[in-house]
């Protein structure tokens, strides 16, 4: 999320925070500041130039031409709004109440509501809706005279994810980054350095880079840079040389963006979580916060969606009946609309759209709150038409997706649906305490599994490779796995333009099975769930068809051993978990084919990233 950038050095750092931010814009977002150290004059205290702008970075490089603040000490940022509007006052820098501390954040401070209560009690004045200003005003109370310690003592205190950059008025010669849970790098120039929060901002200027590690603070002075631990203790960072071009750096070094956002799931799927599930399996959403009684009321939920946003919902229904056992109903929002609703007040409507602004979902949500139906949006973006009109929001915190294919935003969606369905289940008394906890434990081990899937993506390309031959493919699966398979049947024609379709399992002998033959592929989805045996008997039907299978199946099962022309062996997890896992394997495939077949993945034809429109 957002960018970051930070400059010491013998050159004036007003210039090269510009270049940077403009090189940061790839990332998305919607503010923009840099705050620059002024040289003072003779006689003068030393004085910092703060600039914001709450729209492009174009409209804060006009800005600043007007009065270029000259200085060799500065940093800036472009924000991706989390906590607070995208305003001016939200956007970064931010200071401490002397105005002598100054800050840029990526991430999310989840105790940031405890700690600015603690502050405001001390004296501490705010003027933000961010979670970001708490870490200037923590320095400040710890501040006595060194930077470097105020700070250390100041990370300790926090939970979440971070990757700062700060320097005081105080220390002219100091510029510090630290990171947690978010990436952060020192570039190592000639006698200057900077701090990114990507290899982007500082590709033209160096192509040396330190990589700090997590919990590590970067403390940078004219004669280099010294890394260590919140305790103090030296750590040696690793030295990275980067070859690639800018193109490629706004890339992060992947191909596509599509691609480098699916390498970015396992730290998607732990930010739809962060701050939200606790060990025993509680569940909270800072911007939907209704007490237990309000959701108690509640007698069904209804999911509305679209594309992606609708296999979603297929998932939530199901893990709502399961876990929470309501009714409830996933819904192709466009047909919604026209539709004559039979809710009512004792409903919950949950609106789902990467975008915020989809235009069919966006009727739906309001003709819900017409009915009177409590209302939340699971959306990526802060501020937009579906959290400002919706009771509610469940923000996703999966940042910026280039890519018009969704594909970790898929996977926050998910997961930000599993903790509504266990939120309803405990307000109901639905869930036990060691079972709210089992899918508590399953739900925090996704990012580290999402990574093995990663760490496999050779063996799903040379799948890819194989299959990229067929023009046509089924998908199949039941339950959860279902709606893994419409999803991966609309990645696969999105961007490869192959014909591909998804059905049930139990559908298949009534029409889709009259398709197969030799050159029409089936991928089955057949990993353990309570109907993976009936998954494997529609897998011999298939083959006995002489279509080929590529099957997705679970560790230790070896019921299609000899039967699926391929199969992929899948971790034995939760099957809600094998829901995300098994997306993330299709995900690859459609990419992998897509890329074998030259297509534009990122930008495939007749698509749009958001559908405003009808």
């Known amino acids: 999320m957002c960018g970051i950038i930070g400059y010491l050095g013998d050159h004036e750092a007003t210039p090269v925070l510009m270049d940077s931010l403009k090189r940061l814009e790839y990332r998305g977002y919607d503010s923009a500041g840099v705050a620059v150290l002024e040289l003072p004059k003779t006689g003068s205290n030393t004085h910092t130039s703060v600039t914001k702008s709450e729209k492009k970075v174009d409209d804060l490089i006009a800005k600043l031409k007007t009065g270029m603040p000259t200085g060799h000490l500065g940093i800036g940022h472009t924000r991706w709004a989390t906590h607070g509007r995208p305003t001016y006052i939200n956007a970064h820098p931010h200071t401490d109440c002397h105005g002598r501390i100054f800050v840029v954040h990526n991430g999310i401070i989840e105790n940031f509501a405890e700690l600015r209560s603690e502050l405001q009690a001390a004296g501490h004045e705010f003027t933000s809706e961010t979670d970001t200003e708490v870490v200037p005003h923590l320095i400040e109370a710890n501040y006595k005279g060194d930077f470097l310690a105020a700070v250390r003592l100041a990370l300790k205190r926090i939970r979440g994810a971070y990757a700062l950059a700060m320097f005081s008025a105080d220390d002219p010669e100091l510029l510090i980054g630290a990171r947690l849970n978010a990436p952060l790098v020192v570039g190592l120039g000639e006698e200057e350095y900077y701090i990114a929060s990507d290899i982007t901002a500082i590709i033209p200027y160096t192509k040396r880079v330190l990589v700090l590690g997590e919990g590590e603070v970067a403390a940078v002075t004219p004669l280099g840079a010294e890394v260590s631990t919140l305790d103090g203790i030296t750590v040696k960072p690793k030295l990275v040389h980067v070859d690639w071009d800018v193109s490629q750096a706004q890339k992060g070094g992947y191909p596509h963006f599509m691609l480098k956002e699916i390498h970015e799931a396992p730290e998607a799927v732990a930010n739809a979580m962060r701050g939200r599930l606790t060990d025993d399996g509680l569940v909270s959403f800072r911007e939907f916060t209704n007490s237990d009684d309000e959701l108690r009321r509640i007698r069904e939920v209804l999911l509305l969606g679209m594309g992606t946003s609708r296999h979603a919902a297929l998932v939530g229904e199901l893990a709502i009946e399961d876990w929470a056992g309501m009714p409830a109903r996933a819904i192709d929002a466009a047909e919604f609309r026209y539709r004559r609703p039979t809710f009512g007040a004792d409903t919950l409507a949950v609106v789902i759209t990467q975008s915020g602004e989809t235009a069919d979902t966006l009727v739906g949500l309001h003709q819900a709150k017409e009915r009177g139906a409590l209302t939340v949006a699971v959306t990526n973006v802060f501020a937009s038409s579906a959290a400002r009109d919706a009771d509610g ?36 008394g639905r869930v036990s305490l060691e079972r709210r906890g089992e899918l508590a434990a399953a739900l925090r081990l996704l990012p580290e599994q999402v990574r093995g899937i990663l760490d496999r993506e050779k063996e799903i390309a040379a799948l890819a490779h194989r299959y990229s031959r067929y023009r046509n493919f089924l998908y199949t699966g039941r339950g959860l796995g279902f709606a893994v398979a419409l999803e991966g049947a609309l990645k696969l024609k999105e961007i490869s333009y192959v014909h591909a379709e998804g059905v049930s399992g139990g559908e298949l002998k009534h029409g889709p099975i009259a398709l197969l033959e030799s050159n029409f592929p089936v991928v089955a989805i057949c990993t353990a769930s309570p109907t993976s045996e009936k998954m494997a008997n529609n897998v011999h039907e298939i083959v006995a068809r002489d279509a080929p299978v590529l099957a997705l199946v679970t560790a230790g099962d070896q019921s299609l051993d000899g039967v699926a022309t391929d199969r992929f062996v899948m971790p034995k997890v939760e099957e809600a978990a094998s829901a995300i896992l098994n997306s993330v394997v299709l995900q690859l495939f459609a990419y992998h084919v897509a890329v074998e077949l030259g297509e534009d993945v990122d930008q495939p034809r007749n698509l749009a990233k958001s559908v405003t429109v009808e």
């Open 393 to 428: 929001a469940i923000y996703l915190h999966a940042g910026p997706e280039i890519g018009v294919a969704s594909t970790k935003t898929f996977l926050a969606h998910l997961v930000s649906l599993y903790l509504l369905a266990l939120r309803l289940a405990t307000v109901n």
